[in-house]
């Protein structure tokens, strides 16, 4: 078998264990909602990549969330430094790392007509998180979860755009 169809297996077979974990429960089970609001609202779309899209966007929301939420905000800027190489990377520290495996299987998903577009919204995402996180009072933590919650929404939009 060639190594790159190798490395690929390896990929998704490492993804899929990451998508069992039940940390992540929540965030599989997204894609499956908004294809129910999909067809709530009559929308014809291709569900099998509407749900391959978005499962890798939620998985890799997921693992980059908690790897945040467990203090070290600073891994955002190291993903983000990922996505300036377009070609996915199978190396031997992105199959030991959640975040850099999830990273990988997403900017696999993500089409180049769409790639710069959800780089830059990444950024936006990345620096709203941040702000949340710094935030002093209460108002300014609402309007920072807003933000966060609204580019999330976006990026899902930018990335099933396309099969709608």
Request: glycine share 4%; proline share 3%; aromatic share 8%.
């Amino acid at each position: 078998m060639p190594e790159t169809i190798a490395d690929d297996l390896d990929l998704d077979l490492a993804f899929q264990a990451i998508a069992r974990d039940p940390r992540y429960a929540h965030f599989i089970n997204i894609p499956e909602r908004i294809i129910r609001c999909l067809d709530y609202f009559h929308l014809a779309s291709n569900r099998i990549e509407v749900r391959q899209n978005l499962g890798a966007y939620y998985l890799f929301i997921g693992v980059v969330d908690d790897a945040i939420d467990s203090g070290k905000l600073e891994i955002g800027r190291d993903v983000l430094d990922r996505f300036q190489h377009r070609v996915p990377c199978s190396d031997d520290r992105t199959r030991a790392s959640r975040i850099s495996l999830v990273t990988e299987v997403l900017k696999r998903n993500i089409s180049d007509d769409v790639y710069p577009e959800v780089v830059s919204k990444l950024r936006e995402l990345y620096l709203a998180v941040a702000a949340e996180r710094k935030a002093e009072k209460i108002t300014a933590y609402i309007e920072q979860r807003k933000a966060v919650g609204c580019l999330t929404a976006e990026l899902s939009y930018v990335l099933i755009r396309s099969f709608l």
